[in-house]
């Protein structure tokens, strides 16, 4: 079975701290996407990375995959009270790529 | 932007009933999907529907479940007799292809509570 662990399950800062999310598996996968999720609504698509050792940046956001393609970690810099919500890492096998696999969501709280 | 549409955003339900989830997937897509999110725990994958047929099922859709694509537009998920653990968050999914390359589009999810 392959399984998406998450870290840390809850997160509160202040604003303007920064802060790193990670996934890790002994799965190694073909693809791994973040998402975010506001309560009641579903999970919105920050980025999806592919290769090994890819790394992208989304405004403050930094999305990188592990070399071995196996885990994959999100930095945010100087937070805001706008980045509060819940932050899901899920992850495609090779030729599944419809089928994701989802971590258990990290619960970030920015305080102004 | 297109969007994913879902309805009903609630369904409450007495446990043995049928439901019927609905979804609308963006026009162009050609691959959709249906997963659950019980209360405090992960996202699962239950199914995934291309050209009329389901391409891979996980094991939790059983026989209660079924998918169907009756007309165009929807895709249906269907529950035939459902138990109190099927209360959760259902969320419909499509995407354009089903290469890794081809992101998820999720609808906003229908609640649905077995009583």
């Known amino acids: 079975t392959q399984l998406l662990e998450q870290s840390p399950q809850f997160l509160s800062i202040q604003e303007g701290e920064n802060l790193t999310v990670y996934c890790n598996s002994s799965?190694?996968?073909?693809?791994l996407q973040w998402y975010r999720q506001e309560p009641g609504e579903g999970p919105v698509l920050l980025v999806t990375?592919?290769?090994?050792?890819e790394v992208k940046k989304l405004k403050r956001l930094t999305f990188q995959f592990g070399d071995a393609r196996k885990d994959s970690s999100l930095h945010i810099t100087a937070a805001q009270p706008g980045d509060t919500g819940l932050y899901l890492c899920?992850?495609?096998?090779?030729?599944?790529?419809?089928?994701?696999?989802f971590g258990q969501g990290t619960e970030l709280s920015v305080k102004p | 932007e297109p969007e994913v549409t879902q309805t009903p955003s609630h369904q409450v339900t007495q446990m043995g009933q049928e439901v019927i989830l609905r979804c609308v997937p963006i026009?162009?897509?050609?691959?959709f999907y249906w997963y659950r999110q019980i209360l405090g725990q992960k996202v699962e994958f239950l199914v995934s529907?291309?050209?009329?047929?389901?391409?891979?099922k996980s094991e939790i859709f059983d026989d209660q479940f079924s998918v169907e694509r009756p007309d165009g537009s929807n895709f249906t998920l269907k529950i035939r007799s459902t138990k109190l653990e099927d209360s959760a968050m259902y969320f419909c999914?499509?995407?354009?292809?089903?290469?890794?390359?081809?992101?998820?589009?999720f609808g906003n999810g229908t609640r649905l509570t077995v009583t």
């Open positions: 999914a499509s995407s354009e292809t089903s290469g890794q390359y081809s992101p998820l589009h």
């Open positions: 799965s190694v996968f073909s693809s």
């Open positions: 990375v592919v290769t090994g050792g």
């Open positions: 899920a992850a495609t096998s090779y030729n599944q790529g419809g089928k994701l696999i």
């Open positions: 026009s162009n897509h050609l691959y």
């Open positions: 529907f291309y050209n009329n047929e389901i391409s891979e």
